[in-house]
């Protein structure tokens, strides 16, 4: 079964442009969850899709915003990037039933310029 | 912040010796979950200890939790070159709803040289 795969793996973008991030979780998996890891603010949350509703965001800026298909795949776009937004953003999966891990993609490293 | 603390941030050792690591933590969870991050790639995840449970063991892992003092513990027995990555704890808040949303520790960096 193929895991959870997040497109581009890297991606550069300037100051003020906008950026969309696509993940595609595992078959059979309906929940996504978005994270952002950097170095300094460590992994944090940013939101989650169920059945292509929003069930949880985290404490960012209206310019990250989230959405997810009818497929479970789901994108992430951040709009008027700011240098801040230089992190690894991570897609994870779960299955309905089972107790609650969390299955991860590589990441997409965005580097903002 | 929300976020747990892991102790210590760093950790070296010699292949063959165990390594611990800790993580407390700050809300009522329902569980606690450990993974691990090779340099920059995505988390995998290790092993899920329960809110009623104790200790667990998984191959060369064993996990413990303290829910009086929010706190839990990794092991790694015997370690590899390849064990070289870096832990998180995650805990999932005992909201009572639906939400995967995870908490995760600030991290240990093991380096378990050859």
């Known amino acids: 079964k193929a895991g959870v795969t997040q497109t581009p793996r890297y991606l550069i973008k300037t100051r003020g442009q906008q950026v969309t991030l696509s993940c595609s979780p595992i078959?059979?998996?309906?929940?996504v969850s978005w994270y952002q890891q950097t170095p300094g603010q460590g992994l944090q949350f940013l939101f989650e899709?169920?059945?292509?509703?929003?069930?949880n965001k985290g404490n960012f800026p209206g310019r990250f915003s989230g959405r997810q298909f009818s497929n479970s795949r789901s994108e992430m776009n951040v709009s008027t990037l700011e240098l801040g937004d230089s992190a690894l953003y991570l897609c994870?999966?779960?299955?309905?039933?089972?107790?609650?891990?969390?299955?991860f993609g590589p990441g997409t490293r965005l580097t903002v310029t | 912040s929300q976020q747990g603390e892991e102790d210590p941030q760093a950790l070296s050792i010699q292949e063959g010796e165990n390594a611990t690591m800790n993580c407390s933590y700050k809300?009522?969870?329902?569980?606690l979950q450990w993974y691990r991050q090779n340099s920059g790639r995505g988390l995998v995840h290790l092993i899920l200890i329960r809110s009623n449970e104790r200790e667990k063991h998984s191959g060369r892992l064993r996990v413990t939790l303290d829910t009086s003092k929010k706190s839990s513990s990794l092991l790694i027995t015997a370690s590899r070159a390849a064990d070289t990555a870096s832990y998180f704890c995650a805990t999932r808040q005992n909201y009572g709803g639906a939400t995967n949303k995870l908490i995760f520790g600030t991290g240990t960096l093991l380096a378990v040289q050859p």
């Open positions: 809300t009522s969870i329902n569980n």
């Open positions: 994870a999966s779960r299955k309905d039933g089972t107790p609650y891990e969390q299955y």
């Open positions: 078959s059979g998996h309906r929940s």
């Open positions: 899709y169920f059945s292509e509703t929003q069930r």
